[in-house]
């Protein structure tokens, strides 16, 4: 039987030379075409839309990007930005709101006038021993205007200022009066989310030799304690995040009055507490989500025909961007996708963008791999942001001159004769390989031998036998090399007998035959 091995590896290389036939009539033989431009308006002059259009992607936040065109190009625009939030508008603008602090009463006097928030308390032992702590806050909610979700507050402050006038018949420590905590003031400011959970203290003063005698009477105006820039910023991001729209949230100014009840008869007076000017301003800027993706599209017409097949694809595009990169978005890069197919092999960091237009490549990107038939060409020019990062500014990058060439080679006439070769080639390397396993693989010795037995086994006769002197001879010069090898002379002729022996084997094979 054929070798299989051998029969597989003839139908291999069959197959072979069938496609080196059709490849070679397909890219030597007829001429390619022109490379073709395959987009609308390459140059981006306007109107641009609507052959060009751009798109979000589905990952980070789409409000950190924004698309729009300008003379001759389109732009992909990172919308960085910087925002301030002042409150210094005079206490007394109507924006304060009176309310009542938890249980306590309201001092004897409190009210906002021109010279700020007020507060004024008598504490007659005599009249009301009940009257001892009162206290007033004013609130006021704010609205900055932005999801500050998508902002980081980069920098805090706050100054409130106060004064106060009091009789010196306060108690107070170092006193020789006997009391517990003495009589005090206490000024202070919170910021919660305006549904006042869990407010945060961030400015405070608690007076300590107030009322001690004539001398101390008196606080002109002094600046309340704050906390520490992190502080104040935490307690403004704690309020934002509890606010449904992290838009608002509410700040307190709050005036205390404690009088304590000393033995015998006792009258604590603070004639006026005054916080006199309020000012907080805080700066955050947008940030910017990682993933976040936008892109200028473009879809056009498919290659169909099955006489028409792709041979090239070239793709380039000039950009440019409006300031240097900042540092601190590495990651970040300008990407192009062909029929929804990323190139990913030279991805442009927008590090690397100068500030006037440049050709993305030299020559062009080889996008062949990319391109298919019967289905619409498609480009996409994406800005993709690789890193989540806080930026104070836009940044523009600018997209001119976009061209797809595609190489086509449109192929006619019947191709029924590349089956003819093949079927020719299999048929051929068949009986080849055939005629080899059957014949000439043997030496020339054997396949008479093989013949002469296919003759006996068909009853056929035959011309001649095997040449009997031609066996004989080779034979002897075979056992004469091999005596000489091992150094031992004939002692008989070997010829005569090997002569018999095969005159023998003849005479019984003429026999058999007759």
Sequence with gaps: MVNKKLLIGGIIGAIAIASIVYTSYLFISPPPSEPELWLENPTLDSPVEPAWFWEFGTEGDNTDVGASTSSGQVNLVVLGEEHITELSDPLNDGTWEKNRNENFLFPDYANITAAGCYVSHDYNEAINQTHQYHSVHWRKNINV?????????????????FNASVSDNL????????????????????????????????????????????????????????????????????AFEKDPSHSNFSITIGIDVYCEDNQGSDRDTFNALIINSFNLTFNYEKVINQYTTLSWNQINERVIGDNYYIIGGNFNFNYKIDKTWTS????????FFINEKLY???????????????????????????????????????????????????????????????????????????????????????????LYEKHFKYPPMVRKVRKLRNKIKKNKKFSKLIGTRERTTLLDNTYQAELKIIGIESLIPPTLQIIENIKNETDLEKKSII
């Excluded at 619409?376 to 890193?387: P, V, Y």
């Design 145 to 161: 205007g932005y999801d500050m979700a998508d902002y980081t507050i980069t920098s805090a402050s706050l100054e409130v200022m």
């Design 171 to 238: 108690e107070v420590l170092n006193e020789v009066a006997q009391y517990t905590v003495g009589d005090f003031a206490r000024y202070y400011i919170l910021i919660a989310d305006t549904g006042y959970e869990n407010p945060i203290r961030v400015a405070y003063n608690r007076t300590i030799s107030l009322g001690l005698d004539l001398a101390h009477t008196t606080i002109n105006n002094t600046e309340l304690e704050t906390v520490d820039q992190q502080d104040l910023i935490t307690a403004l991001d704690s």
């Design 328 to 335: 601190s978005a590495p990651l970040s890069e300008l990407r």
């Design 344 to 434: 990913s092999e030279e991805p442009i960091k927008l590090s690397t963008i100068n500030t006037s237009f440049t050709e993305a490549k030299s020559g062009g990107f080889d996008v062949l791999s990319l391109l298919e038939k019967n289905i619409n060409i498609s480009i996409a020019i994406e800005l993709s942001i690789k890193d989540k990062f806080q930026l104070d500014e836009h940044y523009t990058i600018s997209i001119d001159d976009v061209y797809l060439y595609i190489e086509l080679r449109e192929i006619s006439g019947d191709f029924s004769f590349l089956i003819y070769i093949l079927i020719g080639s299999i048929a051929g390397l068949t009986i080849i390989f055939t």
